[in-house]
């Protein structure tokens, strides 16, 4: 009964932080990160009794109005770490707190905050992922979860087995770590790293130092440089809902169309494709700024990647510079 008290009061503040503004919010979650020391095989490492404590990073993205000078639409949200604690209600494992324009440097697009929950063993039901929960403030929305990642705990305090081996005793490829260096690559097909993404998960799609790919909640993908500087685009804003990297490299911007009884893809975007399907492509964004497919690669024991395949599309920001070709790779 205590513990039921302490769930409903936790969660009456996140909803009554919420409603502290009543101006539209306009912006959106880009990245949500366990931080690595924290993992074991890509679950989140728990003392099997007690109170564990983990750090994770939180990527917000906020909308400009205009660009010189900036000024930027509201931007106010209150998140937290949660769980289920059933199927209908949520268990939050760190104070919610809110962000606003305030939060973000100055002339940012993006801010990235580190945050600390403590989880205590008896939080977590089996098999109930850890998720991101948020709310937009002043549009009087229930709990929303970040769409584009979620974390299953290990109660082991060791390795997880595998509960669905590779069937391919000798895949051509060795699992992509999530550490901040590989954020620079995107493996079409690979496990454990996504070449799938919804605008509705709007996130950052990889990263290297002042350079940032995003795939936006208005279905844009675009290229950043410094937080603020657009490089490349898509040129798709408003047109798609999913950003799509397939086995052979071809890079798809799409939109799903569904009513009852129907859905179909309708392709609104695509990039150039690889035509050696017996090769393994591979994206990069590179250190010099400019985001490159090529067409074969290798990682080594240590997790090393080496490309040695010829280029079959990029940006051309190469120096960090404006691309002179729009929507095109």
Do not use: C
């Amino acid at each position: 009964m205590t513990k039921f008290i302490k769930v409903i009061v936790i969660l009456s503040f996140f909803i009554l932080h919420s409603f502290v503004s009543k101006a539209q919010h306009a912006g959106t979650i880009a990245g949500f990160e366990i931080l690595p020391e924290y993992l074991v095989d890509g679950r989140i490492k728990l003392s099997p009794s007690g109170t564990t404590v983990i750090k994770y990073n939180v990527t917000f993205a906020r909308e400009s109005i205009t660009n010189n000078p900036f000024t930027w639409k509201t931007f106010d949200m209150t998140v937290a770490l949660t769980t289920a604690e059933n199927s209908v209600g949520l268990v939050l494992l760190n104070a919610p707190e809110k962000i606003t324009n305030d939060n973000f440097p100055v002339n940012m697009v993006f801010y990235t905050k580190e945050f600390t929950a403590s989880i205590s063993t008896s939080q977590i039901k089996s098999n109930n992922p850890l998720i991101l929960g948020y709310i937009l403030n002043g549009d009087y929305s229930r709990i929303l979860g970040y769409a584009g990642k979620s974390y299953l705990t290990d109660l082991t305090g060791g390795p997880n087995p595998n509960p669905n081996p590779n069937p391919n005793p000798n895949p051509p490829v060795k699992p992509l770590a999530e550490t901040e260096f590989n954020l620079r690559y995107i493996i079409p097909g690979q496990v454990g790293r996504t070449d799938y993404y919804t605008s509705e998960g709007a996130r950052i799609v990889a990263k290297n130092g002042p350079y940032i790919l995003y795939f936006q909640d208005d279905g844009n993908l675009v290229l950043y440089k410094n937080g603020n500087t657009v490089l490349w685009t898509s040129d798709t804003n408003g047109k798609a809902t999913n950003l799509r990297f397939e086995r052979n490299g071809t890079v798809n911007i799409n939109k799903i169309i569904s009513s009852p009884g129907y859905l179909s893809v309708q392709n609104v975007w695509g990039g150039p494709k690889n035509e050696v399907p017996r090769n393994h492509p591979i994206w990069v964004l590179q250190d010099d700024g400019n985001f490159v497919g090529y067409n074969d690669y290798s990682i080594d024991a240590e997790g090393k990647v080496s490309i040695f395949g010829s280029v079959f599309g990029s940006t051309d920001t190469q120096g960090g510079k404006r691309s002179n070709r729009y929507a095109t790779l």
